[in-house]
């Protein structure tokens, strides 16, 4: 049989997944601020789009509050003149532009109504106000001591470099040979500069590792001497409480050893924790939960934290009357197209956001009413059940999601625990709840015999109806950061 090419038509089904499906799958597993930032991009693109301030309907197409561009361009025009006679006229006639005799009517002259809260702004608009009421970053505190440090230009340059390297905890994040290579100078003169911003305010800033920041601290108290240089140089046996490899490396007894520990306890690990840095972004929650009548819960969306988002049908209406070319009328489609299918979408997602955050407060109402050890098991299965949706869809819309309860904001994800099965067969144990019964168990720890092994946690916890393995027990301990039984007891021997 001959090979030869030849075409085919055949008939299938397929399942696609179209560009405007791939979008509302990447909204739906968004977060309030994604989304913000993602509608921001959509109405620069679209001039479809338009934000609903609550007051214009989606047919009317807002009035402008601010001067039409015809105002703006006379205003530029205005002020261009101004700035060409600037450098012509005397101080008093510069505050006005006017002749000197009319700066007594200046007050009135002036409209105060665009002028800033702050009264002045810097290049990036922060006002006056604003730099009074911030807190003051570490690099700007560091800077400020630089100015008055007495270097010459090529060390503030060299010190400038060094303290962008510092991090918000006081610690240098950058080696001195890597500085010293990239400004074209000796490694010896960064070490050089380097040692005048580690005698900066706060003691113990531009430090590399934890030992040269407590080191620094003590030169400072003129407490550095061998025995403790040598406890900050086995910094781990510390973190073990290994006392007697300690008492035998620093060649001293039991009590100089506790006040060269008490000392290292009195410094501080993050000299640059005190001050301010980047300021942090609020949760904002997606849903309320709150108590309603009869014990019943009520569910509601936080309406601050939904896009508003409309579709100009006046502007779309003038737009496409006025389309001529193919290109055009294109365009206008795909625009319109985009925009309803973006409304549709959103729509969507508040819907199914709702739809799973009133079926997870359906679950875990013990939880609102009693506390943590009253969550319930829960799984992304049992709430796509109820709720008619593919666990895929629960799972994105879980994500980054945050409900506010009286107890508190949590993730939504934080009401999805595994199952702890019960020791006498009835309900199971959420793994949630678990960790904080384990929790409990340790905080009553006050005394050297009162400290429970995981052996012994394991049997009190059966005893409460918990079957648990010690193994288990261990990885619920070391995640929530607790020390082990040994660990313990070594602190409840320590003096305070």
């Known amino acids: 049989m001959a090979l030869s090419a030849r075409l085919e038509i055949r008939q299938g089904q397929g399942l696609v997944i179209t560009p405007q499906l791939q979008q509302a799958i990447k909204l739906l597993q968004m977060s309030n601020l994604e989304v913000e930032a993602f509608i921001d991009a959509e109405l620069e693109r679209n001039p479809l789009l338009q934000r609903d301030e609550g007051e214009a309907d989606g047919d009317a197409t807002p009035e402008p509050d601010g001067p039409t561009v015809a ?12 700035d060409a ?9 510069r505050a006005t532009g006017d002749a000197p005799e009319a700066a007594a009517d200046v007050g009135g002259a002036v409209d105060w109504s665009k002028a800033g809260s702050g009264g002045s702004f810097d290049q990036d608009g922060e006002g006056f106000e604003e730099r009074l009421t911030r807190e003051l970053t570490l690099s700007e505190h560091l800077q400020g001591q630089l100015s008055a440090s007495g270097l010459s230009p090529a060390e503030t340059i060299i010190a400038g470099v060094l303290i962008d390297a510092v991090d ?45 920041c407590l080191m620094i601290q003590l030169k400072d108290q003129n407490r550095y001497d061998p025995a403790i240089a040598a406890l ?9 409480r290994d006392l007697t490899s300690l008492r035998r490396l620093c060649g001293v007894d039991d009590e100089d050893l506790r006040e060269m520990i008490a000392e290292v306890r009195g410094l501080t690990p993050k000299p640059g924790a005190a001050f301010g840095g980047e300021p942090s972004s609020p949760v904002a929650p997606d849903v309320f939960v709150r108590e309603g009548l009869g014990g019943m819960w009520l569910v509601e969306l936080n309406s601050d934290a939904l896009p508003r988002v409309l579709m100009d049908q006046r502007y779309h209406a003038q737009v496409s009357g006025q389309s001529r070319t193919d290109q055009e009328k294109t365009f206008v489609a795909d625009c319109l197209a985009q925009a309803s299918w973006l409304i549709k979408s959103l729509d969507q997602r508040a819907r199914t956001i709702l739809k799973v955050s009133s079926e997870i407060v359906r679950q875990q109402d013990a ?57 006498e067969g009835g309900e199971a144990h959420s793994a949630e709840g678990v960790r904080d019964r384990i929790r409990r168990l340790i905080d009553t720890e006050a005394r050297e015999a009162d400290v429970h092994s995981d052996d012994a946690i394991v049997d009190l916890l059966k005893t409460a109806g918990v079957d648990i393995a010690r193994r288990t027990v261990a990885k619920y301990r070391e995640a929530m950061r607790i020390p082990s039984s040994v660990d313990r007891r070594r602190m409840l021997k320590e003096p305070a």
Request: glycine residues 8%; aromatic residues 6%; hydrophobic residues 40%.
């Open 71 to 82: 105002e703006q361009v006379a205003d530029a025009e205005a002020r261009a003149d101004l």
């Open 85 to 93: 006679t600037h450098d012509d006229v005397s101080p008093g006639e």
């Open 168 to 212: 918000d905890g006081g610690y240098l994040r950058a080696e001195t040979s890597e500085v010293a290579e990239r400004l074209g100078c000796d490694s010896a003169l960064v070490e050089r500069v380097l040692g005048v911003i580690q005698g900066f305010d706060p003691v113990g800033v531009a430090a590399r590792d934890v030992r040269e």
């Open 232 to 240: 900050l140089d086995n910094l781990p046996l510390l973190a073990k």
């Open 367 to 423: 939880f609102l009413a009693f506390g943590v050890q009253h969550l319930r098991p829960l799984n992304l299965k049992t709430v796509a059940e109820a709720i008619g949706m593919h666990e895929s869809t629960v799972s994105r819309v879980t994500s980054n999601k945050y409900l506010a309860t009286p107890r508190g904001v949590f993730e939504m994800k934080f009401f999805f625990t595994s199952a702890i099965a019960s020791s």
